[in-house]
T-cell receptor, first 111, second 110 residues
Framework: RKEVEQDPGPFNVPEGATVAFNCTYS??????FFWYRQDCRKEPKLLMS???SGNEDGRFTAQLNRASQYISLLIRDSKLSDSATYLC????????????FGSGTKLNVKP | DTEVTQTPKHLVMGMTNKKSLKCEQHMGHRAMYWYKQKAKKPPELMFVYSYEKLSINESVPSRFSPECPNSSLLNLHLHALQPEDSALYLCASSQGTEAFFGQGTRLTVV
């Protein structure tokens, strides 16, 4: 079983839509949780860290459910510029140097 | 400054060449990483250095040789690579929380 699993993509949505990505992790010792965004042929960039209480940054909301080992990312009012691959990333309290990546979910926002 | 700088941005090398990839960060991060990424796949961990010591080697072939000369620099020495080693090579650094990535070196082995 993979350490981190994400929704398969691609997600094709119109501008202005709300879209949600889900991610599950298998290791209950996981400590830190992140969403990264990666544009085509570019490096991954940190979008948000995910906190137990949930957190919001503008149109983006991240939630963590430790009991279900589940992380989500909600994007409201999608823009064309949101088109990218979104990577769910987790690391363990026993080896916080090692990051586990989901396979990524591709988002295409269309006019 | 959350910048990780990698050079070169692009590299084409023959299978008999020796080349090096370089990575630099000035954020005082104690962990530095090399990842390999193929198209439409997530980054795949190769090596982790923690406090300038190699702490994780993900069974990477010996034709890839990492080096950490000091806490700000990380190199990846390449020798006798195969065409299937063509990929985007990403360096990252971390202070135990999020990781910050460099722009990567796009490597083509011919």
């Amino acid at each position: 079983r993979k350490e981190v699993e994400q929704d398969p993509g691609p997600f094709n949505v119109p501008e202005g839509a709300t879209v949600a990505f889900n991610c599950t992790y298998s290791n209950s010792a996981s400590q830190s949780f992140f969403w990264y965004r990666q544009d085509c042929r570019k490096e991954p960039k940190l979008l948000m860290s995910v906190y137990s209480s949930g957190n919001e940054d503008g149109r983006f909301t991240a939630q963590l459910n430790r009991a279900s080992q589940y992380i989500s990312l909600l994007i409201r009012d999608s823009k064309l510029s949101d088109s990218a691959t979104y990577l769910c990333v987790v690391n363990s309290r026993y080896n916080f140097n090692k990051f586990y990546f989901g396979s990524g979910t591709k988002l295409n926002v269309k006019p | 400054d959350t910048e990780v700088t990698q050079t070169p941005k692009h590299l084409v090398m023959g299978m008999t060449n020796k080349k090096s990839l370089k990575c630099e960060q000035h954020m005082g991060h104690r962990a530095m990483y090399w990842y390999k990424q193929k198209a439409k796949k997530p980054p795949e961990l190769m090596f982790v250095y923690s406090y300038e010591k190699l702490s994780i080697n993900e069974s990477v072939p010996s034709r890839f040789s990492p080096e950490c000369p000091n806490s700000s620099l990380l190199n990846l020495h390449l020798h006798a690579l195969q065409p299937e080693d063509s990929a985007l090579y990403l360096c990252a650094s971390s202070q135990g929380t999020e990781a910050f990535f460099g722009q990567g070196t796009r490597l083509t082995v011919v």
